[in-house]
């Protein structure tokens, strides 16, 4: 339907990421962090303006055991309370393009944004959870953060997290929804495929869901009016 | 009831153009939000069956075929479940994981939730809702469509007077209620609602209009027989603002404009719908200036002879639309090469009555069933009730298999939903276990 016209164009968009990512599969460079994004494709509306509209409270976002890229466990609620959050699930095998590299790179664009923004950096986080604790090691998950860790940003947190487990994750999964499907593992590449479908949440300073976007809303100035939207409540 | 013996009859000519007509259905019209569409050969076909008393055991019911080829049960029954009550069983709609389907009754006002994602050969119930009327203040679940994480209801009617007169709610996937929005009643609206449909890349939702309780679950020929109750039909689509779901603007649609498909071609900003009570295809998209506007494109048989379309179902690409025509038991074929002007193309009679039609992704299999509503299926001989597979090579329908309702004593066949072998979840044991313990 309408969402394919959208995969199209970003995919378009994410093309560049799309072949980091299939050149390393199966390889270390898997754990790579993408390159720096290209510009999410142009979006096709004028979303409306902060404030002129209500986003649902659509669920508590769950909360469960993670690891922080040091190995350290904390609760996911240390990662989704008092700031509004923005939370995307991925893996770092990821080779789809309108996957987990368009996430990196709508979040990396918020990234940008946030730290120009003295007004919402502090009130502002962002968080990458990897859906893959096998491979998604928190040294895995460094790697793969690594540009932004070393970049850094006064006031501007964005987390990278994983599971010491499936039995840790999957509470998680299931409280956001967002499915992760086993697909076919071609030979010689790295098992598993998750087939995924990309999803963005949108968490309240309370810890409740208020925006789940997929490729079709996921641009940064849909994120950001949402941002100001919740601020002005 | 209809019968065919009315068919000369002028007042049955005049009731039947005010007829409500059911549809939604096939894998183009699923929610865009729906990231795992079976583009290749579907497994089974879901069928929510209106139970008829005294027939297996009256209840409504889930009904799985199987319906891959190598199947050792291909066309055969393979499952049912009953959700214990008779309510008027109608649409579905898969959740954005497709793991779960939502299905409701038009006259009971329940919600039904199945689990198809944990053994998609053996739907099971999940959840209820059994509270959306006293909550909302609509009646008749209508629409199930799919947003990231909700759903969307449209209901037909409401709690005040059962006219038509409504709105929809949104839910989460977890059947709580988060939003109710009424339909516009200002700047033309008429309050009246029916189907759902999505362009997120224009940030549009369309909404198409039909009728109250107090005239779906009328017996038919008391409707005839009231002038003012046959007044009360939709003759409006509105384009809202998809992400404040707010109304935008109402667009006059006279006749009851029903299914609403969006072309799911590349660069396409256009739906189309077909509006029963006049027999005509509507096409819905914005002029050079981005103002939506709605004009009619074409007819769909001879509406002097009161085909009524029921059901419509677009190609993949938008280059064809089958259209469902209740009376004649025809199904129909339009080129949509330019929608502006939809030729009609091929014509089959599948049965002596037809209302849903389904195509696989492909197109190389449509699917049709029987049944429109419980009180307004034809009687006697003329009330089959069937599911009928059919393979379709760009020329011709040729049956594939067929399964008899009654034979089978299951119901009334209505709306039906897909589903694949595929849909395997990661962490299948924790999975299961972590399901178990939440529910």
């Keep these: 339907m309408s969402s394919l016209r959208a995969l199209a164009a970003t995919a378009a968009g994410a093309l560049a990421l799309l072949g980091v990512t299939l050149a390393g599969a199966g390889a270390a460079a898997a754990h790579e962090p993408p390159a720096v994004p290209d510009p999410p494709a142009v979006m096709d509306f004028v979303p409306p303006a902060p404030g002129t509209y209500q986003l649902h409270a659509i669920m508590p976002a769950p909360d469960g055991p993670v690891l922080d890229v040091r190995g350290r466990r904390a609760r996911l609620a240390r990662f989704t309370r008092d700031k509004i959050t923005l939370l995307s699930f991925i893996y770092t095998n990821c080779a789809d393009a309108r996957g987990c590299p368009l996430a990196y790179q709508v979040l990396h664009a918020m990234y940008d944004r946030l730290r120009e923004s003295p007004d919402l950096r502090e009130r502002v986080r962002l968080v990458t959870l990897s859906f893959d604790p096998v491979h998604d090691t928190p040294a895995a998950m460094r790697r793969y953060a690594n540009g932004v860790l070393a970049e850094g940003s006064p006031g501007l947190e964005w987390a990278f997290l994983t599971t010491a487990s499936a039995r840790d994750l999957v509470p998680l999964l299931d409280g956001f929804g967002q499915d992760v499907r086993l697909e076919p593992t071609a030979n010689g590449t790295r098992a598993p495929r998750l087939g995924h479908v990309l999803k963005v949440f949108l968490i309240d300073p309370r810890g409740i869901v208020r925006e789940i976007y997929t490729t079709s809303y996921l641009f940064p100035d849909v994120l950001w009016n949402d941002i100001e939207t919740l601020r002005l409540e | ?439």
């Design chain 2, 1 to 439: 009831m209809l019968c065919a013996r009315w068919l000369p009859s002028i007042a049955f000519a005049a009731a039947l153009i005010t007829l409500p007509f059911t549809a939604l259905a096939d894998e183009t019209c699923n929610s865009p939000y729906m990231g795992n569409l079976i583009k290749g050969q579907e497994d089974y076909v879901y069928v929510w069956t209106l139970g008829v008393p005294g027939l297996g055991d009256g209840f409504d019911k889930l009904v799985t075929i199987a319906a891959n080829p190598k199947s050792p049960d291909y066309g055969k029954v393979i499952h049912k479940v009953s959700v214990g009550g008779r309510g008027e069983a109608h649409h579905m709609g898969f959740t954005d994981d497709r793991r779960f389907l939502w299905a409701g009754g038009l006259d009971d006002s329940k919600i039904v939730v199945f689990d198809v994602g944990t053994d998609p050969a053996k739907p099971k119930i999940v959840r209820r809702i059994n509270d959306f009327a006293t909550k909302t203040g609509f009646v008749g679940p209508h629409t199930y469509y799919a947003m990231p994480g909700r759903m969307l209801v449209q209901g037909l009617s409401n709690t005040k007077d059962k006219g038509g007169a409504t709105g929809f709610a949104v839910y989460s996937n977890r059947g709580e209620l988060i939003n109710v929005v009424s339909m516009p009643t200002d700047k033309g609206g008429d309050g009246y609602g029916y189907d759902l449909a999505i362009n997120p890349q224009k940030n549009v939702m369309l909404s198409s209009s039909f009728t109250g309780h107090a005239n779906y679950m009328r017996p038919l020929d008391k409707l005839v027989g009231d002038a003012e109750a046959m007044k009360k039909f939709g003759s409006t689509m509105v384009v809202w603002d998809l992400k404040a779901l707010q109304p935008r603007k109402v667009l006059a649609v006279p006749g009851a404009p029903l299914e609403i498909r969006w072309s799911l071609r590349d660069g396409d900003n256009w739906a189309i719908t077909a509006a029963a009570l006049t027999s005509k295809l509507w096409l819905i998209k914005p002029d050079a200036s981005g103002e939506w506007g709605a004009k009619e494109v074409a007819t769909i048989g001879d509406p002097a002879k009161i085909p009524l379309p029921v059901d419509i179902s677009i190609n993949r690409d938008g280059s064809g639309l089958w259209v469902n025509t209740f009376m004649d038991g025809t199904t129909r074929y339009f080129d949509l090469t330019n929608p502006e002007q939809p030729k009609q193309t091929y014509e089959k009679v599948t049965g002596k009555q037809v209302n849903m039609i389904s195509q696989s992704w492909d197109g190389k299999r449509v699917y049709i069933a029987s049944s429109l509503l419980a009180n307004w299926d034809k009687t006697g001989d003329f009330n089959e009730q069937f599911v009928r597979a059919f393979k379709w090579d760009g020329k011709e329908l040729t049956p594939a298999f067929e399964v008899d309702f009654i034979k089978e004593k299951l119901g009334r066949a209505h709306h039906m939903k897909f589903g694949a072998k595929s849909a395997r979840l990661a962490y299948p044991g924790v999975r299961t276990a972590s399901a178990e313990s939440t529910r």
